[in-house]
């Protein structure tokens, strides 16, 4: 990771989200206009054509008393006047059930298009305005409608060209005026789309391409806005993934170190303690009580580290041996850890075993010494920090267990606990708890030992857990299934 190119180049985007957005928007908008331009445009048709007919009927109504000759109540001139003032070749008025002509031209084109304003439909009005846009170039139209309550009806008979080229005019400023919405709606929604989304998410997506160049630099961690929105919460949990994953690999890193550095000393180390199971070996022929007290313990001490460096990098892979479990009595067990404490009776630290005599488990004995001893050094650790005086504060670390749900044969659920009356676990240390190289509450410690007891006991089917409590100290419970039994004393096993 740490050799990756730090110069990466952010990979070219080929089609912009902001791009699309704009043009989404212009189409969203000039889809709504056209949805306008219709019922529009049908209305614009319909106006102009009542207006018409409004005009025929004030003519008609202001020539009722001019008389002009027979058959007509308008002179010649008139009439030609009123003609090319509507653009129109016939105009009638019906009064009263009686029909009067206004005025007529020499010629009078075949009428190609009826049309009754008084009975015309939603419908039939946008199918005339979209058949006179397509069509209405060359017809002769003849329009009728009725004017005021319906008493007096007008007729008037044109040319639908003026009413199409009307209509073309009234489409191309809708058009132009549509299409200028359209683009000034986009341009708002792309300038506040691209500030408020599209250039955060290109920081994110640039953030993210960078750190994967090279993610254990901290700098490359995305460093999030104070917005509340979705975004701000995007960008946060952005930053905290990759602080995550920044600690992860830092710590990788220092595993593989570790594991290089533990590999290089292994081989001597274990040559220096052969040599001291050597001089042991001897020191135990030495006829000294005392020698003789404490030889025993330790060859066990020697023997149990000879087996830890052959198996020191088990951790560093992740794994450990698979158990190999005996029936075991629990309470010597105990006992020997405690020896292996190797206290100081000035440290004033009471161990306490209260393991039933008789109780058996079935688990692996060096594994299972392993968990005790690394719970008990925490708890040693623990109350040596306390700086009361030994005589009067209570130092103590008892180790406890039982049987439950006990089936056939007498073997069940094994429920041990260890605990001690120290100042209990800071908060850091309760977040990280089980994890390697965090969970340390003690400065200098390796935060191993809790790791290390929790896999140990998972491997055998169980779970540890830290005990809620109501009084100062801390308690650990391990549980075991089926793996614990009563038996009438015989011979020990440790």
């Known amino acids: 990771m740490a050799g990756a190119s730090s110069d990466q180049p952010v990979p070219k985007v080929r089609r912009r989200l902001s791009t699309r957005i704009l043009v989404i928007t212009a189409l969203a908008v000039m889809l709504a206009e056209v949805l306008i331009f219709v019922p529009s445009v049908s209305k614009f048709r319909y106006d102009w054509l009542t207006a018409k007919i409004e005009t025929v009927a004030v003519a ?14 308008l002179g010649p001139n008139q009439e030609s006047a009123l003609l090319n003032a509507l653009d129109a070749q016939l105009i009638a008025i019906n009064d009263q059930d009686a029909s009067r002509l206004l005025a007529r031209a020499e010629t009078v084109g075949i009428p190609g298009v009826q049309i009754n304003l008084s009975d015309q439909t939603t419908i039939a009005l946008i199918l005339g305005a979209f058949d006179t846009l397509i069509f209405g170039a060359d017809r002769t139209m003849r329009v009728q409608g009725a004017v005021g309550d319906g008493s007096v009806r007008a007729e008037v008979v044109m040319s639908e060209r003026p009413l199409h080229r009307a209509m073309l005019v009234y489409s191309r400023n809708v058009f132009l005026l549509s299409l200028s919405i359209a683009l000034f709606a986009a341009l708002l929604v792309y300038t506040a789309i691209s500030r408020y989304l599209v250039r955060p998410i290109l920081n994110m997506t640039q953030s993210m391409v960078s750190f994967g160049a090279n993610p254990t630099d901290r700098e490359r961690i995305i460093k999030p806005n104070l917005r509340t929105d979705e975004i701000g919460v995007a960008q946060r949990e952005l930053a905290e993934m990759q602080r995550r994953l920044n600690e992860t690999l830092r710590e990788q890193r220092h595993l593989a170190d570790l594991g290089l550095a533990v590999s290089k000393i292994n081989h001597d180390l274990r040559n220096i303690l052969a040599s001291s199971q050597m001089i042991s070996d001897r020191l135990a022929a030495v006829e000294d009580p005392t020698v003789q007290r404490f030889a025993p313990l330790l060859l066990r001490s020697l023997d149990r580290a000879l087996h830890y460096t052959q198996s020191v990098l088990a951790y560093g892979r992740a794994v450990e041996s698979a158990p190999v479990r005996r029936e075991v009595r629990l309470r010597l067990l105990v006992e020997d ?4 404490l190797t206290l100081d009776q000035k440290s004033g630290i009471r161990l306490v ?23 008990c050094r925490n708890s ?10 030994p005589s009067v504060v209570v130092r103590q670390i008892r180790i406890g267990a039982d049987i439950h749900q006990a089936g056939p044969g007498g073997w069940g659920e094994l429920h041990m606990f260890v605990e001690d009356t120290g100042p209990g676990l800071p908060e850091v240390a309760r977040e990280n708890l089980f994890r390697a190289f965090r969970g340390s509450a003690r400065s200098g410690g390796t935060g191993l030992g ?17 005990a809620v409590r109501d009084r100062p100290g801390t308690c650990f419970e391990i549980r075991l299934v089926g793996k614990a ?3 009438e004393p015989a011979v020990a096993q440790a």
Do not use: M, W
């Open 450 to 466: 809790l790791p290390i007891a929790a896999e140990i006991v998972e491997a055998h089917g169980g779970d540890i857990k830290l």
């Open 353 to 375: 075993n209260a393991v039933p005599t008789d109780l058996l488990a079935l688990v692996d004995p060096d594994q299972f010494h392993r968990v005790l001893l690394n719970l």
């Open 380 to 389: 040693v650790e623990a109350l040596s920090s306390l700086s009361e005086d």
């Open 337 to 340: 850890v405690y020896e292996s």
């Open 485 to 487: 039994g009563r038996r």
């Open 60 to 73: 008609g109504l202001a020539s009722e008393e001019v008389d002009a000759g027979p058959g007509s109540v």
